[in-house]
């Protein structure tokens, strides 16, 4: 494909750093350290011998293309909008799951090209790539909610041999021990042992720098759509592909499909370039298919653009944005809807100053995800309607997934702000068995009810799911009526909080430095 190179203007300094140092670095991130044998895998991460890993792998990318078969001859049936999108959903996740297996496959081979795109941490990118595969299964299936039951049963059906195989994966993997990052935090440009030193010196020069891409709604680009720069990126590329979107409202549905890697987007600020769709659940499309902008391509970059759903409260799921990108970075977005609005579905994300708005459940999603210095606003929604910020995924309890919240403010937007004591506020809701979310040095205002957190349906979950709070301060944090299921715990010291750091919970320090965010390693004392 034609790569654009145009030359940029108008930017502020700040930006032409943060593109200089994407273009510098292209691809960056780390390859593992090299496995000089099948017996040397066995050792680091897995609780098996490597060579039953490697063959339960390849059984369970084989059964998948199998149910692909089998799901696409019942798509090739039907005549119903809704079905036609739940069962090209299940085709799309079923795709992807044999894709991250595939990655698993050859990260698991000494001296491969699999090693790249990864954090150098093995296990940590085998947990979650595996976990990835085992929530896409459960995405198809949760697609036919409210369909043919029989088309559902079929389907599930299919769907049961890879949910299990995909569960004993990972009960294969294991994330050695490593110490806590405890004390003070480590914050931005702690540049990791495979970072070249000539590279540290260059992060620091300031100057002008070319985007691949513009699009601008005026012509004055080489795109008019977003859409259209996208597919001018480069297949699976280990080079960071930049694409500058100019100030204005586009009307349109973006997905940035799996192979569309290390594609950064810049904007030229938070509702200024905005993005902007309003499908909906009640218009017939799925949860998952509902997003106004998607993403599945590894090491994706959002900067100063909003990402909007304006389907409203009365249209329920109506998804702004969805993210499947492993590595990715949204720094300085807005994130607009209602219901659901933020579908963090797989894979490991950081959000850093981001505006996020919503009612129910309206950041959800099986990743692993960390949010720093966001304001996390809740809306009005429907008459008598509780709101829940969020929903986490997590179905089994050897996924590493869930989210962490550090230095967040939870609050109310403008319309709620006078209703605060007649619209209930939550923290969270279990969505599904283990659902896990932390809540680390944070404001909350008096618009979070007492008792924190709300339960999904009557006793679910309250059990074996994982809510924490750590230093937490404001009218909404106090700890004396909050909840007291099994699952909730009031962190007393350092130790339980930092496994929920950036550095710790995603791996932060070991990619999150070459894509020029600021970011704070761990806790702060």
């Known amino acids: 494909m034609v790569m654009v190179s145009t030359k940029m203007s108008k930017f502020s300094s700040s930006l032409s750093f943060f593109l200089l140092l994407l273009t510098i670095l292209s691809f960056s991130t780390p390859k593992s350290n090299a496995i000089s044998s099948i017996d040397s895998l066995q050792s680091e ?164 720098i070319t985007a691949d891409a513009i699009v601008a709604k005026d012509g004055t680009g080489n795109y008019t759509k977003i859409e259209d720069a996208i597919a001018a990126a ?138 720093q210095n966001c304001q996390i606003l809740a809306k009005t929604g429907l008459p008598n309607q509780k709101n829940t910020i969020t929903a986490h995924g997590r179905k089994d309890p050897n996924e590493p997934t869930g989210f962490s919240f550090q230095f967040c403010n939870f609050t109310g937007d403008s319309d709620l702000l006078p209703f605060k004591n007649s619209t209930e506020t939550y923290l969270g809701r279990p969505w599904k068995l283990y659902s896990r979310t932390v809540i680390l040095q944070s404001y909350m205002s008096d618009v979070i009810r007492p008792r924190g957190w709300l339960e999904w349906n009557e006793t679910f979950a309250l059990d074996t799911l994982y809510y924490g709070e750590f230093g937490n301060y404001g009218p909404g944090s106090g700890p004396g009526r909050r909840v007291n299921w099994p699952g909730y715990h009031a962190f007393n010291d350092s130790a339980q909080a930092s496994n929920y750091t950036v550095t710790q919970f995603i791996k932060g320090n070991l990619w999150l430095p070459s894509t020029g965010v600021t970011y704070t390693a761990g806790l702060t004392v």
């Open 45 to 208: 991460c897995l609780t098996v011998p490597a060579s039953e890993f490697v063959g339960s792998l390849r059984d369970t990318i084989d059964t998948i293309q199998k149910v692909t078969s089998v799901v696409s001859n019942v798509g090739n049936f039907l005549g119903n909008f809704r079905l036609t999108n739940a069962i090209n959903d299940c085709l799309d996740l079923l795709d992807f799951s044999a894709d991250v297996l595939d990655w698993s496959l050859s990260a698991s081979k000494p001296n491969t090209k699999g090693k790249d795109n990864s954090t150098g941490d093995l296990g940590s990118d085998l947990k979650t790539w595996i976990s990835a595969a085992l929530a896409n299964q459960e995405t198809c299936i949760d697609g036919f909610e409210g369909t043919n039951s029989n088309v559902k049963t079929l389907v599930a059906g299919s769907l049961g041999q890879i949910t299990s195989l995909v569960q004993d994966l990972l009960t294969m993997v294991h994330t050695p021990p490593k110490p806590n990052s405890i004390g003070r935090a480590k914050t931005e440009h702690k540049f990791p042992s495979w970072f070249k030193y000539q590279d540290q010196k260059l992060l620091q020069v300031k100057g002008n």
């Open 234 to 371: 480069p297949d699976n590329s280990l080079r960071r592909f930049v694409i500058y979107v100019k100030r204005g409202v586009y009307k349109e549905y973006v997905e940035i499909k799996k192979n569309k890697w290390n594609v950064v987007m810049i904007g030229d600020g938070m509702d200024v370039t905005v993005i902007t769709g309003n499908r909906s659940v009640i218009d017939n499309y799925t949860t998952f298919r509902s997003a106004t902008f998607a993403v599945s391509g590894r090491g994706f970059i959002a900067r100063d653009i909003t990402f909007e759903n304006t389907a409203g409260p009365q249209k329920h799921q109506a998804v702004a944005l969805r993210s499947d990108s492993d590595l990715s970075v949204f720094y300085r977005c807005a994130i607009k809807g209602y219901q659901d609005t933020l579908y963090t579905h797989t894979m490991r994300q950081f959000y850093r100053e981001c505006r996020i708005f919503g009612t129910v459940d309206f950041i959800f999603g099986d990743a692993t995800a960390v949010f």
